[in-house]
């Protein structure tokens, strides 16, 4: 299966490099690219796309906002691509429906792995960037304090072994490495985060990390 995906970004060399390297890949087919979120709503709605690379800095409309208004409208997934001093802006994009976030420096290799993750409904939670970002997030941001009255309500709600789950999900560890972790099989993992998800709650496996973060669950110190 061919993924089509969508560039955003107000760098034409940025635009112009991915689409280089992702085009050259057999499983990816490059459809369109835009240089800002209102021209990106624009196109999307004359190509169809599996998964959009998204900036977050950008004229006219941001990242965060055009992510917001991609998924409202039950658009493709939003894999958002940012430097390490924009950081709070690729938070604001997960709050608003991204499935996750690299640095646009990271390997080919990595951001491969990372495009077919958010294509099959996973979310990127890659040990290398989003624990580094989010544990910035906790200690900077002024809403991430924690929600203690919540958090004791819906953690009260997961098993022993969910609560074992959560946590590695927090680690950015795989359904596979948390399988390995805990001697059980992937499906069994795959049932486990369909579960928490849905107790607590959460949209998906980003919104877990953000919120064990934000509650305390884990911590730098941890990983």
């Known amino acids: 299966m061919t993924i089509r995906l969508v560039l955003i970004d107000d760098q034409e060399m940025y635009r112009s490099g991915f689409r ?22 624009e196109l999307l709605r004359t190509v169809e796309a599996d998964v959009v690379l998204m900036d977050v800095r950008m004229r006219r409309m941001d990242g965060v906002e055009a992510t917001r208004r991609i998924r409202e409208a039950d658009g493709p997934r939003v894999l958002i691509l940012t430097t390490f001093d924009l950081d709070e802006y ?9 499935s996750g976030f690299l640095l646009k420096d990271a390997p080919l290799e990595e951001l491969v792995t990372a495009i077919k993750h958010v294509h099959d409904g996973d979310a990127v939670v890659a040990p290398s960037t989003t624990r580094r970002l989010l544990d910035r997030f906790a200690a900077q941001r002024p809403d991430a304090a924690p929600k203690v009255e919540w958090s004791r309500a819906g953690l009260s709600e997961l098993t022993a072994r969910e609560r074992e789950v959560l946590e590695l999900i927090a680690r950015g560890l795989s359904n596979g490495e948390i399988a390995d972790d805990l001697v059980i099989a992937e499906s069994t993992v795959r049932v486990h985060v369909g579960r928490i998800l849905a107790k607590l709650g959460l949209r998906d496996r980003v919104q877990a990390v953000v919120m064990a973060y934000k509650i305390g669950l884990v911590s730098a110190d941890e990983n």
């Open 20 to 41: 280089m390297v992702l085009s050259s890949r057999p499983e990816f087919e490059v459809v369109g690219d835009a240089d800002d979120g209102a021209t990106a709503l």
């Open 90 to 98: 690729a938070y604001d994009a997960i709050q608003a429906g991204a």
